[in-house]
C-alpha cells in the first residue's frame, strides 16, 4: 500500500513539474500612444504607432512564468502648434515575469526590462516631406522597463495594456534631444499557440 501512495505521489509530482515548465509561443500585435517625457518636451504630444512580434511563455509554475519577446515598434512625437512627426522605430527585446491569477489562464500582471536597438530615426513636415537629421545624434541602444495588466483565454488569446518607459534619453550627451525619453502606453492582442 506504501508503495502505491509513493508511487502516485511521485506521479502527480512528475506531472505538475512538467506542467509547470511548459513553453509556449506565440504572436502579438497592437497599437502604441507614445510621445517623449524628460527636460525640454513642453511642445511634444502623443501620435500612435504599431507595434508587433514574436513572444514565449515559459512556465515556471502554474502562476509564475517567463515571457521574453521580440518585437518591431513605432515609437516618436509630434510637435504641438506643428505638423512636425518624428518617428523612431525600434527592435525591441522585452524579458518579463509574469504572475497569472489562476494556473497559467485569467487576469495577469507582467513586469521586467527591455532593451531596443534603434533601427530608423525620421522626421517629416506636414506636407509629408522628409527632414534631414543626423542620426549619429541618436542614441542606437534604449535600455528600459515595461509594466502590463491583461487577460489570458485558454485558447491562447490574450489581450493587455502595457506601459514603457525608457532610462536613457534618446539622444546622445552632446545633441539634440539629449534629456527626452521614450514613453509609450499600448494595447497588445496575442496569441500563444497550444492553447485548448
Not at 500500500?1 to 509561443?25: D, E, N, P, W
Not at 501620435?47 to 518585437?71: D, R, Y
Not at 526590462?113 to 506636407?127: F, H, N, R, T
Amino acid at each position: 500500500m506504501k508503495k502505491v501512495i509513493l508511487s502516485l505521489a511521485l506521479l502527480a509530482g512528475l506531472t505538475s513539474a512538467a506542467h509547470a515548465q511548459t513553453t509556449r509561443f506565440g504572436v502579438k500585435a497592437g497599437v502604441n500612444y507614445t510621445t517623449f517625457s524628460g527636460d525640454n518636451v513642453g511642445d511634444a504630444k502623443y501620435k500612435f504607432g504599431a507595434v508587433g512580434g514574436l513572444a514565449a511563455n515559459i512556465g515556471l509554475s502554474q502562476s509564475l512564468s517567463i515571457q521574453p519577446e521580440l518585437l518591431y515598434s513605432q515609437k516618436g512625437t509630434e510637435l504641438k502648434g506643428t505638423d512636425f512627426n518624428f518617428k523612431l522605430n525600434y527592435i525591441e527585446l522585452p524579458i518579463m515575469f509574469r504572475y497569472t491569477l489562476a494556473d497559467g489562464k485569467g487576469p495577469f500582471l507582467q513586469a521586467g526590462p527591455q532593451v531596443g536597438y534603434l533601427a530608423k530615426v525620421k522626421l517629416s513636415d506636414g506636407d509629408g516631406n522628409e527632414v534631414k537629421l543626423n542620426n549619429d545624434a541618436y542614441q542606437k541602444l534604449a535600455f528600459g522597463y515595461v509594466a502590463a495588466v491583461g487577460y489570458q483565454l485558454d485558447s491562447g488569446l490574450s489581450i493587455e495594456g502595457r506601459f514603457n518607459g525608457d532610462i536613457n534619453s534618446v539622444g546622445k550627451d552632446d545633441g539634440a534631444n539629449d534629456q527626452q525619453r521614450n514613453r509609450v502606453f499600448s494595447v497588445q492582442l496575442g496569441y500563444l499557440f497550444g492553447g485548448k
